[in-house]
């Protein structure tokens, strides 16, 4: 292996190492792997999106989002929680790394082959012949994709991931830089499809590269796992369903277009919310798990990582809303205004289930995958007929308008399963998290009430107006939570570390 390589593959090779220092630090340096990351992919990602959506139509987004959303649903179906393991399983070797890649490749098996029964019959069900040769192509995705290095989880369990990030970042740049040029190229659907099975091989190959490990066909650890995964695949099976079939039930009931418009428009809507969560929440699920023997500690912290990831969810899915015409235009342009609709309506909600998801990642770090599927089960039986029922009644607008709701009803959910796991009441969340709650609330009264009065920008190009709204609203807000965090006396939380870390920069 190269210099380069073994740089980034610092943990031992029992993966039992960690970063030295503190869970809060070693969390707050994963945390920080994670967010400069995924600025790098999401800088990717839009560039990416901004050059391809103007080259294809949302009839071409659509129907890849019908191909691509059934194989995620399968694969989230058959999710055997490979990485939960590892993370968990702190003594995890050969025996245990083994089953687990065992049943992550039959997993792959299975998804390929119902994937290419799907595909003979796609086209018709979906009344458009480009579906079928999308599925098929799909099965070969997810076959490349059940080969995921599991040693490569053992960097998570370290709260170590700039290996992951380094993975995703050339995964990206592969996957941005193929479908650009197929895109300019051809001017095809099959940009899209076929960069995604190039960023699969190029994914996969390096889990090999930056954590060597020759994994062998075996199942002689199957009662151990199955034990912990047979809930975590449980839980994915009824996820799928809540994430995955609203696409579907629009590619059958609304067409290609208006699915591709909703896709994208969503895609938008979760960039504030769950991106500035993601590093935060991937890196507490490992801390959580290193506490699960300390039932109260873990709880605090918890309620913590809670606090930090509403200090910056919530603005900045609530602000996304309100410069959502100037967001759409920047980064999709004119021939994608109606998808301006789907960011005002569901952005807010996004930001709030990004923070009560943590509950999830709390109970399954505590072994109570149990209550997070029996709870994702009820939110399923509600939401899904919900959307059916609004789709088929209202058209797009009860769809939109039925994601948004069931926001709401996942945090009630959430609320609940916090109760259920630590028998204590639910108004737990609601301390931790009112003071950017209010703050948010003053922001949104300024651009509902002060903004309209400010000299327009009407004939300002609408990537400035976007970066004025955008620096306004982050002022009004940062102004806000920092009166109200001095004004109930300074309690311990985000805002006293936010002030730290810049008094140490200083």
Aim: proline share 4%; glycine share 10%.
């Amino acid at each position: 292996m190269t210099d380069a390589a073994d740089s980034l593959t610092g943990a031992p090779e029992d993966g039992g190492g960690s970063p030295p220092g503190g869970l809060g630090g070693r969390v707050a340096r994963g945390a920080a792997w994670i967010a400069g990351g995924y600025f790098a992919l999401r800088v990717l990602g839009l560039l990416n999106t901004l050059v391809v959506a103007r080259l294809l139509a949302p009839d071409d987004f659509g129907v890849v989002a019908i191909g691509v959303t059934l194989t995620q649903l399968l694969q989230n179906f058959s999710d055997v929680g490979v990485s939960q393991a590892v993370v968990r399983y702190d003594k995890a070797g050969r025996r245990e790394l083994d089953t687990l890649f065992t049943l992550s490749t039959f997993r792959g098996v299975l998804i390929s082959g119902l994937l290419l029964i799907a595909s003979i019959g796609a086209s018709s069900f979906f009344d458009d012949a480009r579906v079928g040769p999308i599925f098929a192509v799909m099965a070969v995705v997810a076959f490349v994709q059940s080969l995921y290095n599991p040693k490569f989880y053992e960097f998570h369990r370290a709260i170590s991931f700039r290996q992951e990030m380094t993975v995703l970042t050339i995964e990206k740049i592969v996957m941005a830089g193929s479908s650009i040029a197929m895109a300019l190229a051809f001017r095809t659907y099959w940009a899209i499809v076929l960069s995604i099975l190039l960023g699969a091989l190029v994914r996969v190959a390096l889990t090999y590269v930056l954590r060597p490990y020759m994994p062998r066909f075996g199942l002689s650890a199957f009662r151990e796992m199955i034990s912990f995964t047979g809930w975590i695949t449980g839980l994915g099976f009824i996820v799928a369903l809540n994430n995955k079939l609203s696409p579907l039930v629009l590619g059958r009931l609304l067409g290609p277009t208006l699915t591709g418009v909703y896709s994208l428009g969503s895609t938008i809507a979760y960039l504030p919310g769950s991106d500035i969560a993601e590093p935060v929440a991937r890196a507490i699920y490992p801390g959580l798990s290193s506490l699960k023997d300390q039932s109260e500690r873990m709880r605090t912290a918890l309620l913590k990582g809670m606090a930090a990831l509403g200090a910056v969810a919530l603005p900045a899915s609530v602000g996304c809303a309100f410069v959502a015409h100037d967001l759409v235009e920047v980064l999709l342009g004119q021939n994608w205004a109606a998808s301006v609709f789907v960011v005002q309506v569901y952005a807010p909600t996004v930001g709030v289930t990004a923070v009560v998801h943590l509950v999830s990642d709390y109970a399954v770090a505590k072994g109570e995958a149990r209550r997070a599927c029996i709870r994702e089960a009820i939110y399923f039986l509600i939401r899904f007929p919900a959307f059916v029922w609004a789709t088929a009644t209202f058209g797009f607008t009860g769809a939109v308008w039925s994601a948004a709701g069931s926001g709401v009803l996942l945090a009630v959910l959430n609320g609940w399963l916090y109760s259920q796991l630590t028998g204590r009441s639910a108004l737990d969340i609601v301390r931790a998290l009112w003071r950017p709650t209010l703050a948010v609330t003053a922001m949104a009264g300024f651009f509902f009430l002060a903004h309209p009065l400010m000299p327009g920008f009407d004939e300002a190009p609408a990537i400035v107006r976007l970066l004025v709204d955008a620096a306004m609203g982050a002022a009004v807000y940062g102004l806000a939570l920092l009166l109200i965090w001095r004004a109930s006396g300074a309690p311990d939380g985000p805002e006293r570390s936010l002030l730290s870390a810049i008094r140490a920069r200083a």
